[in-house]
């Protein structure tokens, strides 16, 4: 099902009635280039062909890739994929009415599934299609035996479509049958019924068609004409231009057959001839053109009935129909013969002989290669049953081995087994004379473990320390202020560049809070993002300022620190030592210099220092970003080759008043 499912869906995206088919079609094509051979590529090629015959019906490239459809298919291991390549080069056939080639292809189709587990809907299918063209090909038997078999799978599954399509071949093909004609009227009732439960328009109608068509046949025009009354309202409340000419066309007939009321014939005719000019449908034209000519006939009006089929000649040569050129051909030979004009006579009924003979040379064709096809598949099924013969000797073979590998296994897993015991007193041996050192090794790799867990613990309170400046109401709120100020002064350039700004610096802690070092230039980077952040609070710009004493670029990219190791003493000194005083240049300085032992890092401001500060200029912010840094620094020096140092120094003037506070980490 799913296989059906899939197919009807790629259906659906190609279908167009635009230019744009043609795109679709070279992109088809462009599928059909690549190098594979799977299900895709077949039913690519499937559907290519039937969207090319749609497209253009003359454009031979429709059995082209039907048939490489078939070729691949026939490699294929899906014996249901085979049966719809099969089904789908016969459908081509019967719509360029090749009936003879048609048949054998849905039989087979179908031959290849029946006895198989798959969805009933591709048994019915097959069966229906091979009923449809071999009642076309007038092998009405073999058209009765196939529908007679999807029919009974159809009521199986209670598939009401498939019960109509059945039930109306059925009727179409035993009409044609002597003695079946009451047993055809059924089914046709059958079909009829099913489609008025689905409420299909379109079904109903085909069905009043055959059943009136079924009527004429048996000189009942009265019934047959009530059913065309039916039919012509269906078609008229469907608006169905094809149908309601094709209904004129043979309320035509009956009349005409009748032959009670030509004038009455010859107005249907026209009717139907002025819609099937309007949709373009010439051959129809032409076919109505014949039998306006034999209504004219029948009223002994030679020369008008020649007139009819002098139009009907010609559009038939226009579309190229050879069955309407030798049927308009012979018509008007006879016609003329009639007024005595045996020289035009002559050269129509050759016309006509000639196309005629080209009709049943095509037929004929078909028929022999329907034939060669049916010896075709007949020698590939003798060669699959020789490969399904083939293959059980194999399996026979491969049943014989693996029985004398499971000997083989056996006899080798007791040595295993025996070496592994060898293997493993020895092991025991070396593990007793081995345990004191392994002992010490095992007490060694604990201590590393567990600073390797201090470690990571340590890790995991810088992130919560990095969520909490994320999540830091204060900090967020202060943020959110300083976009919303800068909007409402309409600084919308200054808006956007600090939130850029802070969803940087987001960014940047969430990439940096789970890993153990960072590069001392990103620290640096992440560091001016968030004085870039804070300095909003200020009144006056924040003097701030990075010096690099001897250091080049690639010096600050070599030099490894934990993340997020600078920024609690940035917070500090703006929080606790810039926002608290009352200088008018409030000055913050990162220094870095190489020294002799190593690098020193320097935080001053010149802020209120370290003296306690009165509780409503804290603001309720407490940071406890210092207290966990200096753990984090005491665990890096543990773990690594480098030492890591903190020192505070509190800076006075000449009065002996604090003027801010430097802190200072050396990296050795």
């Given amino acids: 099902m799913y296989l059906r499912l899939f197919f009807l869906y790629l259906i659906s995206v190609f279908i167009h009635f635009s230019a744009s088919a043609n795109s679709d079609l070279d992109s088809l094509k462009s599928v059909m280039n690549l190098d594979i051979n799977d299900s895709s590529k077949i039913r690519t090629a499937m559907y290519l062909s039937r969207q090319i015959h749609r497209l253009d019906p003359a454009d031979k490239d429709d059995f082209h890739y039907a048939e490489i459809a078939l070729e691949l298919a026939e490699k294929h291991t899906d014996t249901l994929l085979l049966a719809e ?47 449809v063209s071999a009642r076309y090909d007038q092998a009405y038997d073999l058209a009765v035996e196939h529908y007679l078999y999807a029919l009974k799978i159809a009521e199986e599954e209670e598939d009401l479509r498939n019960i109509a399509i059945a039930s109306n071949g059925l009727g179409n093909s035993l009409s044609y049958m002597e003695g079946k004609s009451e047993e055809a009227l059924q089914f046709y009732l059958k079909a009829l019924k099913t489609e008025e439960q689905q409420e299909n328009t379109l079904g109903m109608a085909m069905n009043y068609l055959s059943i009136a068509s079924y009527y004429s046949r048996k000189k009942d025009y009265q019934t047959a004409r009530k ?36 004038e009455l014939a010859q107005n249907y005719y026209e009717k139907a001839i002025d819609i099937f000019k309007e949709i373009d449908q010439q051959h129809k034209v032409a076919s109505m053109m014949i039998a306006l000519g034999e209504v004219s006939k029948q ?41 005595g004009d045996f020289g035009q006579a002559l050269t129509y009924f050759k016309t006509a002989s000639a196309y005629k003979d080209s009709l049943s040379l095509i037929d004929q064709e078909a028929t022999i290669e329907g034939l060669r096809m049916e010896y075709d ?31 083989e296994r056996t006899i080798l897993f007791g040595l295993i087994l025996a070496i592994l015991a060898i293997t493993l007193v020895i092991i025991l041996s070396l593990r007793n004379l081995n345990l004191k050192k392994n002992l010490a090794i095992q007490q060694e790799e604990q201590k590393r473990k567990e600073l390797e867990s201090a470690f990571q613990n340590d890790l995991l309170q810088a992130e919560i320390l990095a969520t909490r400046m994320q999540m830091n109401p204060h900090f967020l709120f202060n943020c959110l202020n300083s976009i919303k100020l800068l909007i409402q002064k309409e600084q919308k350039k200054e808006a956007i560049k600090y939130l850029t700004t802070l969803s940087r610096f987001v960014r940047d802690i969430l990439q940096t809070s789970k890993m153990p070092t960072v590069s001392l230039e990103e620290e640096l980077e992440l560091t001016k993002k968030y004085i870039m952040l804070e300095e909003n609070r200020f009144e006056e710009k924040l003097d701030f300022e990075v010096c690099l004493n001897q250091m080049a670029d690639e010096d600050l990219k070599n030099i490894k620190v934990p993340p997020m190791i600078l920024q609690p003493f940035v917070e500090n000194s703006i929080w606790h030592g810039l926002l608290p005083s009352n200088s008018e240049l409030k000055k913050l300085s990162i220094s870095i210099a190489k020294v002799e032992e190593g690098v020193t890092i320097s935080i001053r401001d010149n802020g209120v220092g370290r003296q306690p500060k009165p509780a409503h200029q804290l603001n309720g912010h407490k940071s406890m970003g210092v207290t966990i840094t200096q753990q984090r620094i005491d665990l890096f020096n543990k773990i690594t080759k480098q030492k890591m140092n903190l020192t505070t120094l509190d800076h006075k003037d000449e009065n002996q008043k604090p003027r801010g506070t430097e802190v200072q980490i050396q990296l050795a």
């Fill in 85 to 131: 390549s099969l089904d789908n080069l016969g459908l081509l056939y019967r719509y360029h009415s090749r009936y003879a080639k048609s048949t054998p292809l849905h039989v087979r189709a179908l031959e290849l599934i029946k006895n198989r587990n798959v969805d009933p809907y591709f048994k019915m299918r097959f069966a229906n299609n091979a009923g």
């Fill in 227 to 262: 059913y065309l009354d039916d039919l012509l309202i269906i078609n008229n409340e469907r608006k169905d231009q094809h149908g309601i000419a094709m209904t004129y066309e043979y309320y035509g007939h009956s009349y005409l057959e009748e032959g009670q009321d030509l």
């Fill in 299 to 339: 009223k002994n009006n030679l020369t008008k009935s020649l007139n009819y089929f002098q139009q009907a000649f010609t559009l038939s040569r226009e579309v190229n129909n050879k069955a309407l050129i030798m049927e308009s051909a012979r018509l008007m030979s006879d016609t003329y013969e009639r007024r």
């Fill in 377 to 407: 598949f007949e020698k590939q099924e003798a060669e699959l049953n020789l490969l399904q013969a083939e293959k059980e000797v194999q399996e026979q073979q491969f049943l014989l081995s693996e029985e004398r590998f499971k000997r």
